[in-house]
C-alpha cells in the first residue's frame, strides 16, 4: 500500500492529481536533468512552460522530447545565459512584454565545481550564474509575479549550502579558488537570498522557498566527472558505479521542486528549505537577516543598475 508524506507526496512522487491549467511556469537550465523532468512534469499538469535554456539547439530537442511523452505539452523556448546580464534582461523583457502572468519562477540551473572561470560581466562563474543572474532575472520579473498572485518562486539550492560561508571580503574568489568551496558558497547564497525574498513579498501573495533536490545523477558533475584524458577516464570508471548506486534518477530529484510548485499545502508557506518533499531546517549562515541583507546589497552594488524600483 503506497505511503503518503503528505497528501501531495506518495511515495516521494508528487500526486498527478494537481492540475496547472491556466498557469504560467518559468524554469532555468531547463533542457537537461533536474530542470528538464521539471518543465515535463509541470507540462503535464497543463501549465505553460517557458524553458529558459543557454543552448537553443539543446532547448529545442529537449521540447522535441518531452512532447514524445507529452504530446500536448505548452512548451516555448527562451533564451536565457545567466552569465551574461545582457542576456538576463533580455530574457526578463521577452517575458514581461509576451506574458500576461507568471505563475510559477523555477531558479533552477546551476554550474558546480568549474576551473575558475568567469561570467561575460567579470564575475566569478559559479556565484555569479547560480546567484548573481537568477537574482537579476528575479527582480526582473518580480512585477508580473506580483501581478499573478498567488505565485510561487522556487530556488533550487543544494545541502552543499551547509559547508557554505560568506567570504564577504572575497565573494569573487578572486584571492582563494576552490571549487567545491565556491560552490557551497553560490548555494547558501541561493538559500539567503530565498530568505530575503520571503521577507520583502509577505503580504504580496507571493511565496519563495528553497530546496535541496537530494544527490541525482545529472550533468552537474561534468566539470569534475570526466572522461577528459587517461586519468580523468580511470577515475570515472572506478567511480561510477558508486554514482550509480547513490544517487537517485532526474526524475525523483525534480520531485522537491515540482513539490514546492505545485503543493496546494505550500500555497502560503514560505521562506522555508525542503528536500525529499519536507521542510527541513536549513544551515545556521543560512538563517542570518543581517547575512541576508548584506548579500542583497552586495549583489545591486554588483549589478549597479539594477531598478530598485521593481521591489
Ligand atoms: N544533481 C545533483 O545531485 C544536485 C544536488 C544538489 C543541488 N543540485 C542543483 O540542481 C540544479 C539543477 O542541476 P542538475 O543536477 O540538473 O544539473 P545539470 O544536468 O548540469 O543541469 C544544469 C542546467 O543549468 C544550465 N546552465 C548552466 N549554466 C548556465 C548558464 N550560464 N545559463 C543558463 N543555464 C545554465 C545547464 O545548461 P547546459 O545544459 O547548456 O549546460 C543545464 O540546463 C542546480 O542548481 C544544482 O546546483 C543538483
Same mark, same amino acid.
Given at each position: 500500500m503506497a505511503e503518503a508524506? !503528505?497528501?501531495? *507526496?506518495i511515495d516521494g512522487m508528487v500526486s498527478k492529481d494537481i492540475s496547472l491549467a491556466g498557469k504560467t511556469v518559468l524554469i532555468t537550465g531547463?533542457? !537537461?536533468g533536474i530542470g528538464y523532468e521539471t518543465a515535463k512534469d509541470l507540462a503535464g499538469r497543463g501549465a505553460k512552460v517557458l524553458m529558459a535554456c543557454r543552448d537553443s539547439e539543446k532547448c529545442t530537442n529537449a521540447i522535441d522530447e518531452i512532447r514524445k511523452e507529452v504530446p500536448n505539452a505548452d512548451l516555448r523556448p527562451l533564451d536565457l545565459d545567466l552569465a551574461s546580464l545582457e542576456s538576463v534582461r533580455a530574457c526578463a523583457m521577452v517575458v514581461n512584454e509576451t506574458?500576461?502572468? %507568471?505563475d510559477i519562477l523555477i531558479n533552477n540551473a546551476g554550474i558546480m565545481a568549474c576551473p575558475k572561470w568567469q561570467t561575460k560581466d567579470g564575475f566569478e562563474m559559479q556565484f555569479g550564474v547560480n546567484h548573481i543572474g537568477h537574482f537579476l532575472l528575479t527582480n526582473l520579473l518580480l512585477e508580473l509575479i506580483k501581478k499573478s498572485a498567488p505565485s510561487r518562486i522556487v530556488i533550487v539550492s543544494s545541502s552543499g549550502h551547509y559547508r557554505g560561508q560568506m567570504k564577504w571580503d572575497d565573494l569573487m574568489s578572486?584571492?582563494?579558488?576552490?571549487p567545491f568551496k565556491v560552490y557551497s558558497q553560490s548555494k547558501l547564497a541561493n538559500v539567503l537570498f530565498a530568505r530575503k525574498l520571503s521577507t520583502m513579498l509577505k503580504d504580496t501573495g507571493v511565496t519563495c522557498n528553497s530546496l535541496h533536490p537530494g544527490l541525482v545523477r545529472t550533468d552537474l558533475g561534468r566539470h569534475f566527472f570526466n572522461k577528459d584524458g587517461v586519468w580523468n577516464t580511470v577515475k570515472y570508471y572506478i567511480t561510477l558505479p558508486f554514482v550509480k548506486a547513490i544517487f537517485t534518477t532526474p526524475l525523483k530529484g525534480a520531485q522537491t521542486s515540482i513539490y514546492c510548485a *505545485?503543493?496546494?499545502? %505550500?500555497?502560503?508557506? !514560505?521562506g522555508n528549505y525542503y528536500t525529499n518533499c519536507q521542510k527541513k531546517e536549513e544551515a545556521p549562515a543560512a538563517r542570518s537577516d543581517e547575512d541576508a541583507d548584506k548579500l542583497w546589497e552586495k549583489t545591486e552594488e554588483f549589478i549597479g543598475a539594477l531598478n530598485k524600483t521593481a521591489l
Open positions: 508524506t !503528505t497528501k501531495a *507526496v531547463a533542457n !537537461t506574458e500576461e502572468r %507568471l578572486e584571492k582563494d579558488y576552490v *505545485v503543493a496546494p499545502e %505550500l500555497e502560503k508557506e !514560505t
